[in-house]
């Protein structure tokens, strides 16, 4: 009998992560697994702690950079009815972890609920956006989660407050635990006023980065204290450096845009690159923003 015995039907093997990631860049995944609910989640998690399986759950591949050897261990994605249950019951909103962040947004808006609409542009799903507490200049998801729900080291069902989250600029303590649902609390707001508001977050986004099109992961590097990174590696004069087919964006140069044929050592080359160049002319170590698999 394997790990996975009973577990066959959701899982896949040798599945290419870069079918999975914006950047479509990366090796496979030993095992890929999309559990149908959080029975079955909570079945896999508790088999991989079992059997020291190594582990990392995937939303919508948007601020991530898998290696060209792939992840010898089992990825998980959330997808399928369950996973995309939203409830709607003013001003709180109930939404299962896979749901597509841009799609919530929308929602949220036609609705008259007000908050998300900042978060105009930022591709993902929702559990996705919790980890990375997604956000920008306008706001972030934290402002506006009332309890997360999570399964935790033990596989067993939790919520929490935001203040045992640890919401932090792109990040928060998650310890292993799964998200599997938020709870928001949303304010009444009116629907042409947000939907202004979301057209210019996003036409702002447009004049100044790339386009979703292009093959990033959003921006690279956070921002140190009280800096920009863009503005740090564009003053370095790295607009436009290339390692392989991988491009400093010249719209924003703290995206890198990976060109035809490129490949993940060579973003992880620039990156490098990018790290000392700027280190040595302003002695500020930048840290990563995207995730690295
Ligand atoms: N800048 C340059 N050169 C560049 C890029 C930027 O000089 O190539 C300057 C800009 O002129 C501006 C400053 O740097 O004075 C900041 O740039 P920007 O306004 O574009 O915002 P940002 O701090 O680079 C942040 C988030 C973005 C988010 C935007 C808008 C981080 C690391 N980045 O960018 O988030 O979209 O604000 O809200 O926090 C992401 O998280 O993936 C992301 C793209």
Redesign the pocket.
């Known amino acids: 009998m394997t790990w996975l015995h009973g577990l066959e039907h959701i899982c896949q093997f040798d599945v290419p992560l870069a079918r999975h990631t914006w950047y479509r860049l990366g090796g496979p995944a030993r095992w890929f697994f999309t559990p149908r609910s959080q029975d079955e989640l909570a079945r896999l998690l508790d088999r991989c702690t079992t059997h020291q399986i190594p582990w990392r759950m995937l939303g919508r591949g948007a601020?991530l950079l898998v290696r060209d050897c792939g992840f010898d261990g089992a990825v998980i994605r959330l997808a399928g009815p369950f996973w995309n249950a939203v409830r709607f019951d003013p001003p709180l909103l109930h939404a299962a972890a896979g749901i597509d962040l841009p799609r919530l947004v929308k929602q949220t808006i036609q609705r008259g609920l007000s908050g998300l609409e900042t978060l105009a542009g930022i591709p993902g799903t929702l559990g996705g956006a919790v980890r990375m507490n997604a956000g920008?200049?306008?706001g972030c998801l934290a402002q506006f989660v009332k309890q997360v729900h999570l399964l935790d080291l033990a596989a067993q069902p939790q919520t929490r407050a935001p203040e045992q989250m640890h919401f932090t600029y792109?990040g928060c303590r998650l310890d292993g635990c799964v998200v599997t649902g938020l709870t928001l609390e949303l304010p009444d707001g009116d629907p042409p006023t947000l939907m202004a508001r979301f057209k210019q977050i996003l036409d702002?986004?447009r004049r100044?980065?790339p386009p979703l099109s292009a093959r990033t992961a959003?921006?690279i590097?956070?921002?140190p204290p009280g800096q920009?990174?863009?503005?740090l590696?564009?003053l370095a004069g790295l607009?436009g450096r290339r390692c392989g087919q991988a491009e400093v964006s010249t719209r924003?140069?703290?995206f890198i845009i990976a060109h035809p044929g490129a490949t993940t050592q060579d973003v992880l080359d620039l990156i490098s690159l990018v790290r000392e160049r700027v280190r040595s002319q302003t002695g500020i170590e930048l840290e990563l923003?995207v995730e690295i698999w």
């Open positions: 601020n920008g200049r306008h792109r702002d986004r100044t980065q959003g921006c590097f956070k921002n920009a990174a863009g503005r590696i564009d607009k924003h140069a703290n923003e």
